[in-house]
């Protein structure tokens, strides 16, 4: 299965980016502390004093280099308003959200305190440790070194999610100003990012589909504020996704023009990691917004007619009964129709007549096509069959050698390549798995 990744990218309506913005996110507002803030330390976890059967260092990323292991979470973990119980921590300073385990995790669908080259086999003191107390998920990149430059010392930091999902990236040490790690290696993060993924098939092979990951939102921190003894708080901001019923999606105060799809029973901008449902399901023709109501009864359905009846005044004074509505019955009238109502029912009659001359007429362009239809196909049969026999019996025409050139065992393998200058992360797995090959696609 082949599957692309899109940064980016400026075809999508409502793309969000909050470049060199440390404040409000739109799905996020954070807040970074300083070395001299009380809250800096306060924020920083000290696993040696957590429960020990808690902790655990975990031993094949402790020893190798880009590598990542999924790691099962004992709560759900809102993100982005998508709840998570399963996540990917990496050896590069990140944790990887996605649900598709790929080669460049480093791409998008991210959680990075500092995502960057570190490999942990340089040295016995690099170890990757987590801990998860039932509330919140701990992972420390303890003492880890760049490979390419391991002469700048060892960084030492870690990511908290809670349950909240607030989620917390504290420095302990980090012996270089971030801006000057190299990236041409590896990325060099600070920051969040999502995506969804759309499954595309592939006409020209069958059986194969294509996976293109488009990255929607992305939160970057200022790297120049990441410094030892600092931290950064991100707290989540409402999403659509949170509300579960039209009438409180539509009339929602939030900083998103909410959608409510009636087909999914779903609140949501379109832009999520339900993107390929909302499109598969025609949500954007039939959504509820602000503009329209939540009531989706058929007001096209047509009533009984029912006619009015008029009764004369008698003599005595007694008050007349027409414009009562009330249901038609199937009971016979009992008084005599007036002239109006000869009328009417006549009008009726000829109504119904001709709809029925209507639909009996209707019935002729549908033979017809259906007619045609059969011809064309069959045609189109001759004509490849034809065609076969021909290039049969005249194997050097020009047709022939354009097909023979054009046979999907000729056609080009789409295959990760490792000299594209993408870091490629091997995931810890049992052996016998097989993993999807991906490419990367530059921003358009």
Known sequence: MDVSVIKGSPDFAGFLREKGEDTDHNYYTSKTYGPSDPMSKDLWVNIDQMDKDKVKIHGILSNTHRQAARVNLSFDFPFYGHYLREITVATGGFIYTGDVVHRMLTATQYIAPLMANFDPSLSRNSTVIYSDNGTALVVQWDHVHLQDNYSLGSFTFQATLHKTGRIVFAYKEIPVEVSQISSVNHPVKVGLSDAFVLVHKIQQIPNVRRRTIYEYHRVELTKTKITNSTAVEMMPLPTCL???????????????????????????????????????????????????????????????????????????????????????????????????????????????????????????????????????????????????????????????LFLIERRPSRWPAMKFRRGSGHPAYAEVEPVGQEKEGFIESEQC
């Open 242 to 400: 949170q509300f579960t019923s039209c009438s409180s999606c539509i009339s929602s105060q939030i900083s998103f023009n909410c959608s409510w799809c009636h087909r999914l029973n779903r609140c949501s901008t379109g832009f999520d990691r339900h993107h390929q449902d909302w499109m598969d399901s025609s949500c954007p023709d039939e959504v509820s917004t602000k503009d329209k109501m939540c009531d989706i009864a058929d007001t096209t359905y047509l009533y009984p007619f029912t006619t009015t009846v008029a009764a004369k005044t008698t003599p005595k004074g007694k008050e007349a009964t027409a414009g009562r509505e009330t249901p038609s019955t199937s009971h016979p009238p009992t008084s005599v129709p007036t002239e109006d109502d000869t009328k009417i029912a006549l009008h009726l009659r000829d109504n119904q007549a001709d709809s029925a001359v209507d639909r009996v007429k209707g019935t002729h362009p549908l033979h017809t096509g259906l007619i045609l239809g059969i011809l064309l196909v069959m045609l189109i049969m001759i004509a490849g069959v034809l065609i076969t026999v021909y290039i049969y019996h005249h194997p050097t025409s020009a047709a022939s």
